[in-house]
Every structure is written in structure tokens, then in C-alpha cells.
């Protein structure tokens, strides 16, 4: 424990809590899952991202240019984009190319509003800032456009009479598929809902959490997690609004057909 009575973690402690995950793994192997190998491999890729980013972030923090800044930023929303396709089981058609806009400018302009007019930091590059706040509301806004990605080509694929019926009826492309999009966006929600309703009474957030590890008034904390969800929020159903309004009208042809 140092002098402001934070525990710090040694690599003895670091390799205790991976005990934690052997467990899992046992009981994965156990219960004859299959899953023993890409749990192993899910915690050896975290800890090397980790370190790697722990290293970067030392680098640019002591720098501190607009240009590096932003390379790291873009470089985040392509692995979060890389993230988002390998884990979608049927894809969309120019998922990439949705997906990757819908992130930058819902991601984007969400960020931007955040730093510059809630958090009010300045320079609007400062990376102890914009780094992690964008991490935060990049990491659930892609969370929620993939689940609004695979909801919108499941209802689809089920209600394709359905809408073709509707097309042949004298109905647009979007009218056609207003209950699909409407209950892919609400799925896109879901997990950020369920976070807020949970959060203080069942869970504490990670933000908050680490803010008090480190020292913060508690009170503080609160208002910074409270704030950070407002973001997430926004973060979100803008990401999967953006990607559901370009995404849906890739189902169908220029005649108003839906594609085969």
C-alpha cells in the first residue's frame, strides 16, 4: 500500500487472479464445453492488447500531439470493426462499409459532444481524456450496432413474405420493414438498458470502481459514471440508428425488389 493507501497490484497478485480463469476453463472442460481453448486464448489476447496499449498510452500521454491523438483513435475503431465482422455469424450486405460509417459518425459525433461541451477539457486532443472516454462509447456502441446488424437480418430472413406482400401491396422499402428495424434497434438497447438498471443497486460500473480505487470522492465518482452512461447511451442508439437507416435499404434493389 502506498502513501494515498492504494493497494498495488504485483505480478504474484496478477498471477493469482489468472487462477480465475483456469477455473473456468476447468469447468469448461469439465462439463465437456468446448470452450476451454477460447477462454485460454480470450485471456492471453487480453493481457497482450493490455500491455501493448499501456505501453502506447505511457508514450502518448507524454507527447501528446493531435496527430498521434487521432491515428490511435482510428486505429480503435478498426479493430472494433474487425471485432464487430468476425463475430457476426451472417452478415449484412456491405456490412463493413455501414458498419464502419455508422461507427465514426455516431461514435464520433457523440464523443465530440461529450469532451467538448459536458467534460469541457482542454485541448480537445488531450489523450488522458479523449482516449478512454472514447474507448468507453466505442466499445458499447459496437456491442449494440452488431446486435442491431444480426436482429435486422434474422427479422429479415423470418418475415421475407411478409414483406414482400407489403412491397407487393404498394408499401416502401422502409414501411416494409418498420417491425424489423423497430425490433432491432430495441435489441440494440437491451444490454445498455439492463447496465443502467442494475447499476448502484446490483453491479458498481468499472469507471466508478476505478476512480474510487484511486482515490476519488465517491460523490464524484457517481457523477462522472452517471455522466459516462449518458454517453454510452447516446453512443449507442445513435451507432445503431445510423447503421439500421443505411442497413436496411441494402436488403432491397433499386426497383424496390427485396435481393434474393
Known sequence: MDNRGLVNLELSNLLLAFALILFAMALS?????????????????????LLAIGYILHLVFSVKTPLLVTSILIVMAGFSLQVAG???????????????????????????????????????????????????????????ASLAAERLE????ERREEIETALCLGATPRQAVETALRNA????????????????????????????????????????????????????????????????????TPAHQLRR
Open 154 to 157: 434474422a427479422e429479415i430472413g
Open 29 to 49: 472442460r469439465f462439463q465437456r464445453l468446448g470452450q476451454a481453448r477460447k477462454i485460454g486464448w480470450a485471456a492471453l489476447r487480453m493481457v497482450v492488447q
Open 185 to 252: 434497434f430495441s435489441a440494440a438497447l437491451i444490454p445498455t438498458l439492463n447496465t443502467m438498471a442494475a447499476m448502484g443497486i446490483v453491479s458498481l460500473p468499472g469507471m466508478m470502481t476505478g476512480q474510487i480505487l484511486s482515490g476519488t470522492e465517491p460523490a464524484v465518482a457517481v457523477r462522472y459514471q452517471i455522466a459516462i452512461m449518458c454517453a454510452v447511451s447516446g453512443g449507442v442508439a445513435a451507432t445503431a440508428f445510423l447503421l439500421l437507416m443505411q442497413g436496411y435499404r441494402r436488403y432491397f
Open 86 to 144: 468476425s463475430q457476426a455469424k451472417r452478415k449484412m450486405p456491405g456490412f463493413y462499409r455501414v458498419m464502419g460509417s455508422s461507427i465514426l459518425a455516431g461514435c464520433g459525433g457523440v464523443t465530440f459532444f461529450f469532451c467538448a461541451l459536458v467534460v469541457g477539457y482542454s485541448p480537445w486532443y488531450e489523450p488522458r481524456y479523449l482516449i478512454p472516454l472514447f474507448g468507453m462509447i466505442l466499445g458499447n456502441s459496437m456491442q449494440g
